[in-house]
């Protein structure tokens, strides 16, 4: 069983700390996998952006007319 305790007198009762150096430990492989994975959502926010505005414009053009 691993030794999770702090050292003596620097006792953390919530154990925010170990979990923070959980996560930065685990953070430079969670970035590989952003970086491989990203275009997929950077194609549907794009995507998601143009039919917002056009249907902003359609909106906007049928006000008018």
Same mark, same amino acid.
């Given at each position: ?47 998601? !952006? +143009?039919? #917002? %505005? @056009? !249907? +902003?414009? #359609? %909106? @906007? ?5």
């Amino acid at each position: 069983m691993a030794n999770n305790q702090a050292p003596q007198g620097n006792h953390d009762p919530a154990g925010s700390t170990q979990m923070f150096r959980a996560f930065v430990d685990e953070e430079p492989r969670g970035r590989q996998a952003a970086a491989t994975g990203s275009s997929g959502p950077r194609v549907g926010l794009i995507l998601g !952006v +143009v039919v #917002a %505005v @056009a !249907v +902003v414009a #359609a %909106v @906007a053009w049928l006000a008018l007319a």
